[in-house]
């Protein structure tokens, strides 16, 4: 027995332990360690220990300093540099406007600040209760399972377990606390295909089985059925709201609940499904120690087909005959129901209405191209073709890159304003994408999406990607006028028809007869050249409304967040995704339309009342002649077609006299004096006294503000050449002096007659310099040379408007460069150094404007009172402003909640901000929510202001204010037309939603499904959509009986602007967002969590 045996590994040695003796080798050093290696070494049939020379010793020193060691770190290691600081003080720059308070009852404390009173009264005690729970709580008295004493078992088990729902993650008492076990783990079986939980042939799953729920991932046995009844495997998890990822062998799937949930949370917050999977994986185990399989990609196609699935289902393609094979080009996208649709939301009749109302029946079409939707270089078409390209709003695959591909030789899109976005369309920023963008075509009314009107952008925005995209979302428009708006649409629009005719393919060529009429947006269309660009405005194209055709950008602006997690995806994917999350748009505006058509119809009603009484009081203050010539001449150019050739009654030319010219106009006028025989009784002549003057006053305020800086910060330097140029002042003031009892002899006796006070200050810029403006009026003509006060006075004539032109150059020269600085410029060395010549820019509209006060005083005093004054007016602080640029933003009270108690103000103590001494031109940031505030604008009187160099001084006045007027009639007319337009898209969107109601009554009648369960199941859910529409309209229907009242809809005032990511966006700007002041209603924040109605089903 003992030979069969096999043998035992040697002991390593017979002596236990090996010992080795170590020679110290300083013995008097007990700090210095000694180190010996040892390995085990075999000598016959022993194993024993073995000494590896080379041993070294290591100071005590080096053993302290191994013991604490660590990595050396650096948090600024291999970071870039970023523009955090930049950003921030731009943040700190920015003060927001936001709406001002409604007064309201006085709301109880725990309404007002549910947290403060929790924090006082309950804070302890939800602490306490939250611990309990991870003990037993009230169940530490149960000895026995309270299930098996229902169930009569003969031994009850020990309650040791807790469960909450079938796929709550389970906890095990072990005695002194809960450990989480699997549902597996526990016997816990989910029996498919039967009601009763038995089969006679249960099949079970596969061992690897993984359900993916809201609250983890869970390891869960399922037995599918094998008997008689038996369907296939799939459909059996389908039957059991179990979505599986695959057909054959199953090992992942989802429920209906959480593929529900992650579809509404991906529209909401546009995440990534990576990261949502990543929050089951840490909900399922946040230690990082039983992390379940990796099932990510399996979820992503779960996911996927889910979206797919819904659109199917929430088109109706289930009623139809033809079920998916029958599916149209754009049948899965959700229509406006505002827009005209012929035999669906129009009367008989409709075509041939006046031409005054044609105008009701026009779409208006907005295009734009977004360059954050990139997508690169992975996977392909073949691999993922994508589940329904063409059924909703990204334009069919195949015809689209096959026309884009057969222009690929075409110039790119040129502008006159040169976007960035365009300029980089063939740069290095394309390299490696697939796609480098998409273009988008909206319903400039309502904001949403139009069928087939969304495409990728192979190269940049060029003309073959943008045609073929406004020409497919063509194709569902069925009246005859269109509206197009384009960001650059000067240069678009010039040779459409041409491209229409020469390159469109048949399937998108518009039908024969169709009117377009080309339009800018509005924030867009200030930086196109003005020349002849007020054919584009739509503050005066006729039948718009208050359409700022902006919509495109506030539709981008939710979408932007799917650039991270659509980059990497597949094609057929990505355009998938998109697909889905346009219709989601499409429908929070569908279901929001009550509210935001009763919002805006408010502020339309309001602001037309406004403006036509405005242009009545005006037009009543002119010659009715006049007013009768100057209709005409707008309705001439209305009428005109693209391109008008009718006069402009909008456009203004003038011709300004400067000051340079008068001075060349007195020396002529000396130069004739003398060569006629005449004399002056001095070499400096009587206008080189003035000039002399009036120079030594412009050196003053240059001083004055040069000595105001410096006190801001002193230095050395600035102090000494501060008086330096104070010396120099002085001097040539003296000197001036010495020409005064020449040009004013009288002076010396004024003097004497009349002492003037003591001057405080004996800084040179405080001197008082005696013009002849400077002397009261009663002693001027004794104390002046003849002629000498009318020479000052055409100076000054001639300084107000060349001070007044550079404020305008100024303000348009700050306008660029902000608009450059805000652009082009990151991080803070750039951003100081551009600030500073914004600086000093802000410098010279200030010398300016105070130049053109003191030139006016100056002419008041030399004159007094007269027609001048309508031209030249007192200059105010809120008068410096753009041509383009609104009127000041009031200053209101903080948003509710954001202040302090002690920062409230309230109602008696607000009052409106008087002008300060030292204006700015940063102070007036307005947001997208302010707009470019057009609309509703009063231009600044100094933009009016055009002195004429001819004689016909009325005729220039007339055509100023001529253009005033026409201005002033576009607005009226455009209050009128908005009302019109919001009633009328009312009528049509409660005649859509009835059609609509019984489109999807009659599609559910007479389907029928392989058995009965699928038939009930498409009339049921047929009959629910149908029941939808026809609630929508009794909503909308019960808001608008009473428009006008508050009490219909109290909380559409004041309120905050919602998230673009929230996808409300209102209807801003259909309601002109670029003037309204008016937030969006806070209810389609609340809408916005809750994705489609009835989809639960």
């Known amino acids: 027995m003992d030979a069969l045996r096999p043998a035992k590994r040697p002991r390593t040695s017979t002596g236990g332990a090996f010992h080795d003796a170590v020679p110290f080798l300083h013995p008097t050093d007990f700090s210095v360690v000694h180190a010996t290696e040892g390995a085990l070494r075999r000598f016959s049939n022993k194993v024993c220990g073995a000494r590896i020379d080379g041993s070294t010793h290591l100071a005590a020193g080096v053993w302290e300093n191994t013991t604490s060691w660590s990595p050396p770190d650096d948090p600024q290691f291999a970071l870039d540099p970023t523009s955090d600081m930049y950003d921030t003080v731009v943040e700190g720059d920015i003060m927001d406007d936001f709406p001002e308070v409604v007064q309201q009852k006085k709301r109880s ?131 059991r709201r179990l979505y599986p990822a695959s057909q054959l062998s199953v090992k992942t799937c989802a429920t209906f609940d959480l593929l529900r949930h992650l579809h509404k949370m991906a529209h909401t917050t546009k ?33 996927l087909q889910w979206r797919h699935l819904q659109m199917l289902k929430w088109a109706g393609v289930q009623q139809q005959a033809g079920g998916i094979a029958g599916i149209k080009p754009g049948q899965l996208a959700i229509r406006c129901p505002s827009c005209p649709h012929p035999g669906i939301n129009l009367f008989e009749g409709w075509d041939r209405v006046s031409d005054e109302l044609k105008f009701l029946y026009t779409v208006i079409m907005c295009m734009d191209a977004n360059f954050r939707l990139k997508n690169q270089m992975v996977s392909n078409y073949s691999q993922d073709p994508g589940l329904g390209i063409g059924w909703a709003y990204m334009v ?99 040779n ?106 408010k502020a339309a009603v309001k602001e037309r009342n406004l403006q036509v009484e405005g242009h009545r009081g005006l037009t009543e203050s002119l010659d009715p002649t006049l007013v009768e010539k100057w209709e005409k001449l ?17 456009q203004l030319d003038g011709a300004e006299i400067s000051q340079a010219q008068v001075k060349k106009e007195l020396a002529d006028e000396e130069a004739k004096y003398l060569s006629n025989g005449g004399t002056f009784p001095h070499a400096t002549t009587t206008s080189m006294f003035v000039y002399m003057g009036l120079d030594l006053e412009e050196t003053q305020r240059r001083i004055r503000r040069l000595a105001k800086s410096t006190a801001v910060n002193p230095t050395l330097r ?131 404007a105070e130049k053109y006060r003191e030139a006016r005083t100056a002419k008041y005093a030399l004159c007094g009172s007269g027609e001048w004054e309508n031209t030249f007016r007192v200059l105010d602080d809120a008068d410096i402003r753009g041509y383009q640029d609104p009127n000041r933003l009031r200053q209101r009270v903080g948003r509710r909640g954001l202040l302090e108690d002690d920062q409230v103000v309230t109602e008696d ?57 026409a201005r002033s009639r576009a607005r009226a007319l455009r209050g009128r037309e908005e009302v019109l337009l919001l009633k009328e898209e009312m009528r049509r969107v409660l005649a859509f939603l009835e059609w609509k109601a019984k489109w999807w009554r009659s599609q559910g009648l007479g389907k029928e499904g392989i058995t009965q369960d699928f038939v009930e199941g498409n009339l049921a859910y047929a009959s629910g959509q149908g029941a939808l529409q026809d609630g929508l309209a009794a909503h909308f229907r019960e808001l608008w009986k009473s428009p006008l009242q508050d009490s219909i809809l109290p909380q559409t005032e004041n309120i905050d602007e919602r998230s673009a990511n929230s996808n409300s966006g209102g209807l801003a700007g259909n309601g002109d967002s670029d003037d309204d002041d008016d937030d969006d209603d806070d209810e389609d924040a609340r809408d916005a969590a809750t994705g489609y109605d009835l989809d639960d089903n």
């Open 634 to 650: 707008c309705a001439d150019w209305d009428s005109d077609v693209f391109p008008k050739k009718k006069k402009n009654p909008y």
């Open 109 to 239: 404390m725990v309404s007002k600040r549910p947290h403060v009173v929790w924090m006082d009264l309950h804070r302890q005690t939800y602490l306490d209760e939250i611990v309990r729970w991870a003990g037993r709580g009230d169940f530490r008295s149960v000895k026995q399972c309270p299930d098996c004493i229902a169930r009569s078992v003969e031994v009850p088990g020990s309650p040791d377990y807790r469960c909450d729902e079938c796929f709550q993650p389970d906890l095990k008492w072990t005695g002194k606390e809960f450990s989480s076990v699997s549902l597996k783990s526990i016997g816990h079986v989910i029996q498919l295909n039967h009601a009763s939980m038995f089969c006679e042939n249960p099949i079970p799953a596969h061992a690897s089985m993984l359900v993916l729920h809201t609250n983890g991932i869970h390891s869960v046995s399922i037995h599918y059925c094998g008997c008689a009844r038996s369907i296939p495997q799939h459909i059996q998890l389908l039957r």
């Open 271 to 303: 995440a990534s499904m990576y990261d949502f999977y990543r929050c089951l994986e840490n909900s399922t185990d946040g230690t990082g120690i039983n992390v379940p399989k990796f099932r990510y990609r399996a979820l992503s196609r779960m996911i």
């Open 396 to 494: 069919p695959r195949k015809p689209y890159e096959d026309y884009v591909l057969s222009r690929a030789s075409d110039a790119d899109i040129s502008t006159c304003v040169g976007f960035q976005a365009l300029a980089k369309a063939n740069t290095k920023f394309s390299e490696g994408l697939r796609y480098t963008g998409a273009g988008l075509t909206v319903c400039g009314r309502s904001e949403m999406i139009l069928p087939l009107g969304a495409g990728n952008l192979q190269k940049g925005e060029r003309y073959p990607n943008m045609d073929y995209i406004f020409g497919s979302a063509l194709q569902f428009v069925l009246v005859n006028v269109v509206l197009i708006s384009y960001d650059i649409m000067c240069q678009w629009f010039i």
């Open 718 to 848: 600035k102090n000494g050449d501060l008086t330096e140029q104070r010396n120099a002042l002085t001097s040539r003031i003296r000197a001036w002096e010495k020409l005064l009892p020449i040009y004013l002899p009288g002076l010396l006796q004024y003097h004497t007659d009349h002492p003037p006070p003591d001057c405080k200050s004996t800084n040179a810029e405080d001197i008082y310099l005696w013009l002849p403006s400077r002397i009261p009026a009663p002693h001027r003509s004794k104390i002046c040379a003849p002629g000498l006060p009318r020479i000052e006075e055409r100076i000054r004539d001639a300084q107000l408007p060349d001070s007044l032109e550079n404020v305008k150059k100024i303000l348009k020269i700050k306008s660029r460069l902000i608009q450059f600085k805000n652009k082009n410029i990151r991080g803070q060395r750039d951003g100081t150094r551009s600030r500073s010549v914004i600086d000093r820019v802000h410098d010279r509209a200030r010398y300016s």
């Open 909 to 965: 103590s607000e009052a409106r901000a008087e002008d300060k001494e030292e204006f700015t031109l940063f102070n007036e940031v307005r947001k997208k929510r302010h707009g470019t505030g057009e609309t509703r604008r009063t231009l600044s009187w100094i933009w009016l202001t055009t002195p004429s160099s001819s004689s016909s001084l009325e005729d220039e006045k007339d055509d100023i204010l001529r253009s005033e007027w």
């Open 496 to 601: 459409l028809f041409k491209r229409i005719d020469e390159h469109w393919p048949h399937q998108i060529k518009p039908r024969p007869g169709i009117e377009f009429i080309p339009a800018i947006p509005k924030l867009h269309e200030p930086m196109h050249h003005t020349a002849g660009h007020e054919v584009f405005s739509l503050n005066f194209i006729k039948g718009c409304g208050y359409t700022d055709c902006e919509c495109v950008e506030r539709v981008w602006a939710p979408h932007n967040a799917l650039g991270n997690s659509t980059k990497t995806q597949g094609p057929g994917s990505r355009q998938d995704v998109l697909d889905d999350h346009f219709g989601f748009w499409n429908w929070q505006k569908y279901k929001s339309m009550g509210r935001n058509l009763l919002r805006r119809y």
